[in-house]
């Protein structure tokens, strides 16, 4: 397809994805003549992917880290995941020296292995340290359970994780990790709000910022 | 205790301390003369509060609204909760129509209660339509199993809140919400690791941006 047609295919506008061109973060199409190229659906799943993570908050230059790793692989795969995944928000410093007591606590008691210089041990060390400044701490009851859960969630997400090809299976992996946080978040929010309906209230969801009621869908399971 | 041992004793600076009582996001103290006043372990516990809802990301005015719902209750706990969860971020608009179409699927089949007015339903449906803008979808299995695990979680959560007081049940859901989920995150990203390292390397940690090693720890164990 011509690049007018990518465009609008995409949804991405047009003076952007020529920019997205210029800086590398889509590939070339195969030139047609001096002035003009042809494009395809690596093109529209390479956009895609590029504005799902501008839209996660990343700035150019970690989209630039992620689509780099997944064009130019230079590692094992395994490797390769942890950069790109490295690449995601949130962007943590070193909150309690190169240490993090409280992940490796943690992670010890689950009996994970880790490599400490994987970014997501200094954002667990992060969200620890920020419990404790609230007052909270997160016990071995809590520790046991959430590790228990977030693995059998782990390893569904693993299954699932296209392995035709290597391109695919780090794309899909950047993506998962980061569209899927927020999914989980709001999943764990509105859990909540199912379980506290049946310990607080007569078994129908109250209305945060309203009058109880009961929605239509309720009524047909 | 006087408000300069207060501001000593919680981190926060004098003129910061000050500026959150004249806000309300503090509560007075108790007056000891035409100028002073004395303050004791609640300021404390509500200035772990502000900060900590404050380095969440939480601008001032939402603050507020969670310390008013703390101080203020006007409905029934769940009501409060509601709302007061409602206030931390994501802060989503509408995206795809009043109808959450996504998010009432995902819920009608987990057969999960909800209210579509919470802000969690929002959240959901955003965080299900950037999935799909990235070109994934969430699939029966997936949706089964984190429908599953995430209510083992949040079954955890709820029986560890306190309940010797309303207020105290308010503070630490709003404080447990906001402040796990970034903890719950780092421990999923963590177990994708601890799993592909079984899978794909040859059973020791690899080393994202390095040269494979093995750290220390994992020897003791």
Chains 1, 2 share one sequence.
Not at 91 to 101: Q, S, T
Request: negative net charge; glycine residues 8%; aromatic residues 4%.
């Amino acid at each position: 397809m011509r690049i007018s047609e990518l465009a609008e295919r995409s949804g991405v506008p047009l003076p952007t994805v020529k920019y997205y061109l210029r800086e590398g973060l889509l590939m070339p199409g195969v030139a047609t003549s001096a002035t003009s190229a042809t494009y395809d659906d690596t093109h529209l799943r390479r956009l895609a992917l590029v504005r799902a993570l501008a839209a996660q908050g990343l700035p150019l230059e970690k989209i630039k880290t992620v689509v780099d790793l997944v064009d130019h692989p230079r590692d094992d795969l395994f490797t390769e995941l942890g950069r790109a995944i490295a690449a995601l928000p949130p962007y943590v410093g070193d909150p309690a020296g190169p240490d993090f007591p409280r992940a490796r606590r943690l992670l010890e008691r689950l009996g994970q292995m880790y490599d400490p210089r994987f970014a997501a041990v200094a954002q667990l060390e992060h969200a620890l340290a920020a419990l404790e400044a609230g007052g909270l701490r997160m016990g071995d009851r809590r520790t046991d359970t959430y590790g228990r859960h977030v693995l059998a969630i782990a390893e569904v997400d693993l299954e699932l994780l296209p392995t035709h090809s290597r391109e695919a299976t780090v794309e899909a992996a950047v993506l998962g990790t980061a569209l899927y946080e927020p999914v989980l978040t709001a999943m764990r929010r509105l859990a909540h709000q199912h379980l506290a309906a049946r310990m607080f209230g007569n078994g129908e969801p109250a209305a945060p910022g309203g009058e109880p009621d009961r929605p239509d869908q309720q009524e047909q399971q």
